[in-house]
């Protein structure tokens, strides 16, 4: 005999799907969060060395935007590209994030005073047309605003170190807010050419950050 449903069952029913989605949600809290950026240009080397990590079981709960990158990860879970918003909750839910040296991500990581292990992308292996995202790196590592890997086969030092590691978030009284710390260097770094300063001069806070990661064919200007 068939069982009817009655109205409280079909309300419960119509509930489903938005509480599968809130379990979905609370399952991602807490992940790692790895982010490449939007540029062309390729960033397998990153991949390849977080793919293994994570096969060992060093990097659980990994999930990645990877870009336009030819490498494939098998051993965590990715998206080539991001909306803007998942990209924020993804970062704001994040237990540390794991990024290359994108003046946007940047600024928006340390303002969400989010942990970040940063590896750049080097001029040399074909990954940027320059290495001001190398420059960067080092300038917030002797600040000890992030941890800067050099090196990727020292990925998995960086990786294990995370957890206790203190970063400076805070900045002396009067000083200026860590996005703009970030800002300031960029503009020191580039001084005599206000036209390539002012491509690097984004809003990237948490309350107007910009599509720093969604497709090249619908983001700003690139960091």
């Known amino acids: 005999m068939p069982?009817?449903?009655?109205?409280t069952c079909e309300r419960i029913l119509e509930t489903l799907p938005a509480f599968a989605s809130y379990v979905r949600f609370v399952q991602e809290e807490n992940v790692i969060f790895m982010t490449v950026g939007s540029t062309r240009?390729?960033?397998?080397?990153?991949?390849?060395?977080?793919?293994?990590?994570?096969?060992?079981?060093?990097?659980?709960?990994?999930?990645?935007?990877?870009?336009?990158?030819?490498?494939?990860?098998?051993?965590?879970?990715?998206?080539?590209?991001l909306s803007m918003p998942?990209?924020?909750?993804?970062?704001?839910?994040?237990?540390?994030?794991?990024?290359h040296g994108g003046t946007g991500t940047l600024e928006t990581c340390l303002g969400l005073g989010k942990k970040v292990i940063l590896v750049p992308r080097r001029a040399e292996f074909g990954e940027h047309p320059d290495n001001h995202q190398l420059?960067?790196?080092?300038?917030?590592?002797?600040?000890?605003?992030?941890?800067f890997v050099d090196d990727i086969a020292r990925l998995g030092q960086a990786v294990a170190r995370i957890e206790s590691w203190q970063p400076s978030f805070k900045i002396p009284t009067g000083g200026a807010p860590v996005?703009?710390?970030?800002?300031?260097?960029?503009?020191?770094?580039?001084?005599?050419?206000?036209?390539?300063?002012?491509?690097?001069?984004?809003?990237a806070r948490p309350?107007?950050?910009r599509a720093h990661d969604t497709p090249p064919a619908t983001r700003a200007a690139a960091g």
Request: aromatic residues 12%; charged residues 30%.
């Open 86 to 99: 998942e990209f924020l909750d993804r970062l704001r839910s994040a237990r540390f994030v794991i990024s």
């Open 135 to 147: 420059e960067l790196a080092e300038y917030l590592a002797s600040r000890n605003r992030v941890l």
């Open 179 to 203: 996005f703009d710390e970030v800002r300031t260097f960029i503009e020191q770094a580039f001084t005599g050419g206000r036209a390539r300063v002012s491509a690097y001069r984004h809003t």
């Open 41 to 81: 240009n390729d960033f397998s080397r990153l991949l390849r060395e977080a793919d293994r990590l994570a096969g060992l079981g060093l990097l659980p709960d990994l999930y990645g935007q990877i870009g336009l990158s030819d490498y494939r990860p098998e051993h965590f879970g990715f998206s080539r590209f």
């Open 207 to 209: 309350d107007t950050a």
């Open 3 to 7: 069982v009817r449903c009655t109205r």
